[in-house]
């Protein structure tokens, strides 16, 4: 049942990347509603569920926005070492196509928790499964909007990023069927989503939305990213 909800995710996750490519010339509207999904997917689904889940603390600060904190350094540190060692081989200076395909990875293994998470839900017991999966399913069409877009973003071939796309789309059925091998634990999640949410903010601040305002600073710009928040919280209301 769960790999059979999980094509579900399959299907939304390729809809989102179908509607990043055919609106290219809207550039600066695509890359303002995907900083949006990715501020909302990070400040109202990851970092709460991520508190939730790995509630320790370390030092007096709850585990889970250390790991936070470090997603995002971590973002920082590894564009930094690329530009340079670009800078060092005589390259000029702008977007590094290895950086947009590290970031398309990452949301390739966030999917991959997707569908371990729909299979673990089942695990408990089918209502909470489908919850899990109605989140899980109405939030991957953000999922393949924000995969296509990173990787075409930083320079990539139209067929790389839509190698990274349909990547992103398989990995929740692959997570869903790993289910019926083994279980993971509920705190290694909470870590693993902290730290995934603090390299998307990294992303979302300080690459998608200042590109997105800097060849195109109009209001509708502004209006798309408003729109993508207000769209994951819709997801996470009706999934809760």
């Known amino acids: 049942m769960a790999v059979f909800v999980a094509l579900g ?8 990347g179908w509607v990043a490519q055919r609106v290219t010339d809207r550039r600066h509207l695509v890359l303002g509603l995907a900083g949006g999904l990715m501020l909302g997917v990070v400040g109202l689904e990851l970092l709460p ?14 585990q889970a926005l250390l790991l936070f904190v470090g997603g995002f350094l971590v973002a920082h540190l590894v564009e930094r070492l690329l530009a340079v060692r670009r800078a060092a081989h005589g390259a000029s200076e702008g977007r590094i196509p290895q950086v947009g395909l590290t970031a398309a990875g990452a949301m390739v293994g966030h999917s991959l928790m997707d569908g371990i998470a729909i299979g673990a839900a089942f695990q408990v017991d089918e209502g909470m499964g489908t919850t899990v999966a109605l989140a899980v399913v109405t939030h991957d069409f953000a999922d393949g909007f924000n995969t296509y877009t990173l990787t075409s973003l930083y320079g990539n071939a139209r067929r790389k990023a839509l190698a990274m796309l ?13 289910t019926l091998l083994f279980t993971l634990p509920e705190e290694l999640l909470g870590s693993y989503l902290g730290f995934f949410g603090g390299a998307l903010l990294y992303l979302a601040a300080a690459e998608i939305l200042p590109e997105a305002h800097h060849t195109h600073p109009a209001r509708s710009t502004l209006l798309c990213t408003v729109a993508g928040v207000a769209f994951i919280w819709l997801v996470v209301g009706i999934a809760h």
């Not at 995710?9 to 989102?16: C, I, K, P, S």
């Not at 569920?49 to 709850?62: D, S, T, Y």
């Open 49 to 62: 569920e991520a508190l939730e889940a790995a509630g320790g603390e370390v030092f007096g600060v709850p």
């Open 9 to 16: 995710a399959f299907l939304m996750t390729l809809f989102g």
């Open 166 to 178: 349909f990547a992103d789309a398989v990995a929740p059925v692959a997570g869903a069927a790993s």
